[in-house]
């Protein structure tokens, strides 16, 4: 079976793309087919899951199967988030590192689900998993989660939404960051994929 990105999908891309530029961000990450959603470890390409693929999604489609655009939205500028952070090897900076933590920190799912605060007004909600504690689970994904809410919402909404919580410094600090590296090329542009479905790139930009 011939698989190439769905038209759906490539408006949800073409979607990111625009956020990106409108924060004068002019790296854009690279996609491939995969299992399952998610960057290779520091590596700035995001993998898809194949069902996002046509013909396979084109079945969906004439089943009658509807699938909402937002929460791929959110997806993809978390993982956009993650590439970011591996393009330009963010996790390695000490202001990096005082904000959301070790990079390094083991990351096991199981175990650190069972310490998430959900009353925490520490960290963002972006993903819904493990009842909106999804930053939580990692350093990584404190930043990641936080980027995509920073990429989402304008200044005034994000400020208005978490005024009185400490995670607005978050927000403020990726604004900081990503002011100081939007119009520098990327560091890390290609890597080892993770469990390909198949060898297929899509460039971004």
């Not at 993998?47 to 969906?60: L, N, Q, R």
Request: aromatic share 14%; charged share 30%.
């Amino acid at each position: 079976m011939k698989l190439k990105m769905s038209t759906f999908f490539l408006s949800v891309i073409e979607e990111v793309n625009k956020e990106l530029e409108s924060r004068g961000i002019i790296f854009k990450p690279k996609y491939y087919i995969s299992n399952e959603w998610g960057c290779p470890d520091k590596v700035p390409i995001i993998g898809v899951p194949y069902p996002f693929c046509y013909p396979i999604f084109k079945t969906f489609e004439d089943d009658g199967v509807i699938v909402q655009k937002e929460p791929i939205l959110k997806i993809v500028r978390h993982e956009t988030g993650h590439a970011i952070n591996y393009a330009y090897k963010l996790y390695e900076r000490e202001d990096w590192k005082l904000v959301f933590g070790d990079f390094n920190k083991p990351y096991n799912l199981k175990e650190a689900a069972k310490h998430i605060n959900p009353f925490s007004k520490d960290f963002v909600v972006n993903l819904p998993d493990y009842s909106y504690c999804y930053a939580q689970l990692h350093p990584d994904e404190s930043w990641s989660e936080t980027f995509a809410v920073w990429l989402e919402k304008k200044r005034e909404q994000w400020k208005s939404i978490y005024k009185d919580r400490p995670a607005i410094h978050k927000l403020e600090f990726v604004g900081e960051l990503i002011e100081k590296i939007k119009d520098k090329p990327p560091i890390i542009t290609k890597g080892k994929l993770h469990k390909p479905y198949t060898s297929l790139i899509i460039k971004g930009g």
